[in-house]
């Protein structure tokens, strides 16, 4: 982390870029980030590298260029390339059909294998839910250095460093979405699925029409806005990206921990949480923020929390679930941060491999919903189904500290993180026989979260999870909200 000299310089520097690049017409009702991604630059292009058959199902290794983002004149990575991984199986169940799954990864980085965590992973998905299944990387292309500055940026350093530069032009009245990295990224996203459409026909003779897609952090991020403007997306699965309606959200993060988790180090050095509440980072949200496109965002929606995330809070979904309209279901994931490690994944992928059937084969999936009602003393959740699960429990756990409602895996020590103390207890509920019912008392210090987890039947002799969002009890927040520059806060 830098020194806040070094953060007050940046800040200066930042405000200093505001020269005009390029700018994209607006040609349709969805925004810029419809317009960008279905535009034609004439770079989209694709080579097959290596390919491999094991147990019937055949391997191929793609490079993908998916566009041209401006020049050098604004990064040394104008054009963005991509290894694409597509599994083809011999037994193709649904031909019209496929899953994608985004992921990141490093322009450095070497031609990835079977090995590879999430090769396995989507290989897996081929094999169960019997449709070519790919994997997409390198999304965003990293590491990119900006300006000749000389810092190879990556993840959110890159994408906070784009937000700054579309609030300063916006703040001088230059009206330029392009520069905002969520649009080259879904389009890295858009082109994947070119590609696969393409190159399965050629390879298998079948007609893709339709993707199942997810993501991981940002990659469910652009899983989300790819699913909004592309409609060849027919369900969505996006993963530890839970902040939709952002500017309430994070306000909601604020007023948790009385000030920023450390994981959004990035956005609170380039001043950008400082500016929450300014009209530009308003105009910002209608073109990066899932919540404004959610008239699109009908699909069925699997959307996978860590309960422990680092960057997000385990009762978001307050404040954008009830808008979401269509078949939704919300999944999270006790006792595991933002990063998942291999015993999550597995459980992840069964799950992925779940859900992508049920879409595909058009299984019915459990209707669920819950109540949250909270008194003076307590609160609980009442859980009902159209149907009969095959267990249902709850999970809780009490805050961190007692100072904040927070149930992080790592928080910060001093310039570093460190495992926190949170777990997650599992615990019975009560069966109404109309529903099902969990309870707590406001605990003598700090805050308790909740929720409740429901195990049904799928066909396949298969599992489909799901669970409540979170209630937290005593119902209040410990910190005043802010306004302002004195959002800029601290992080803890």
């Not at 200066?12 to 810029?32: E, H, I, M, N």
């Not at 009245?173 to 399965?200: E, H, R, S």
């Not at 879409?359 to 609980?380: A, C, F, I, Q």
């Not at 309870?439 to 049904?456: D, H, K, Q």
Request: net charge negative.
């Amino acid at each position: 982390m830098t020194t806040m000299v070094g953060l007050w310089l940046m800040l200066v520097f930042c405000s200093s870029l505001v020269a005009a690049v390029p700018r994209l017409k607006r040609q349709t009702s969805r925004g810029p980030l419809y317009d960008y991604v279905h535009s034609d630059d004439g770079m989209f292009s694709y080579t097959e590298l290596s390919s491999v058959t094991t147990n019937g199902v055949t391997t191929y290794v793609l490079n993908m260029t998916s566009q041209q983002w401006y020049d050098e004149t604004l990064s040394n990575r104008p054009v963005w390339w991509h290894y694409v991984v597509i599994h083809i199986p011999d037994n193709i169940l649904h031909p019209d059909s496929a899953f994608l799954f985004v992921a990141d990864g490093y322009n450095t980085d070497s031609e990835p294998g079977l090995d590879d965590r999430f090769v396995d992973a989507i290989y897996q998905i081929a094999v169960s839910a019997g449709v070519p299944a790919g994997l997409v990387k390198q999304v965003p292309n990293q590491p990119i250095i900006m300006e000749n500055d000389g810092i190879p940026r990556e993840e959110d350093d890159f994408i906070a460093w784009t937000w700054r530069r579309f609030y300063d032009e916006k703040h001088a009245g230059i009206d330029n979405p392009q520069v905002v990295a969520q649009l080259p990224m879904c389009k890295g996203a858009v082109k994947a699925m070119d590609t696969m459409q393409t190159f399965v026909k050629e390879k298998a003779n079948v007609d893709i029409e339709k993707f199942v897609m997810g993501g991981r952090s940002k990659r469910g991020w652009t899983s989300w806005l790819t699913a909004a403007v592309d409609d060849r997306v027919i369900a969505v699965i996006p993963i530890v990206l839970s902040c939709l309606n952002m500017s309430p959200n994070f306000h909601h993060y604020y007023k948790s921990l009385g000030g920023w988790s450390f994981a959004m180090f990035d956005y609170w050095n380039f001043g950008v949480l400082a500016l929450i509440d300014e009209p530009e980072l308003l105009e910002l949200s209608y073109i990066t923020d899932p919540y404004y496109y959610r008239q699109y965002l009908t699909m069925p929606k699997l959307m996978v929390s860590a309960a422990s995330d680092e960057f997000f809070m385990v009762d978001d979904y307050d404040y954008f679930y009830n808008d979401l309209t269509g078949d939704k279901h919300i999944w999270i994931i006790e006792n595991t941060g933002h990063p998942f490690d291999d015993v999550v994944q597995a459980k992840l992928v069964d799950m992925l491999e779940t859900f992508t059937i049920s879409v595909l084969e058009d299984y019915p999936r459990p209707s669920v919903e819950w109540t949250k009602d909270y008194t003076s003393t307590g609160g609980r959740i009442v859980l009902t189904s159209d149907t009969t699960p095959l267990s249902v429990s709850a999970f809780s756990a009490i805050s961190v500290t007692p100072d904040r409602r927070d149930w992080r895996w790592n928080v910060l020590d001093g310039f570093s993180a460190v495992r926190s103390n949170v777990t997650w207890i599992e615990s019975p509920v009560e069966d109404l026989g109309t529903g099902f019912r969990i309870e707590f008392e406001n605990p003598t210090s700090g805050y308790l979260g909740f929720y409740i987890r429901a195990v049904f039947s799928s066909p396949g002799g298969r599992f489909f999870q799901v669970t409540t969002d979170a209630a937290v009890v005593p119902n209040n927040f410990p910190h005043p909200d802010c306004s302002g520059f004195d959002c800029f806060g601290t992080l803890v």
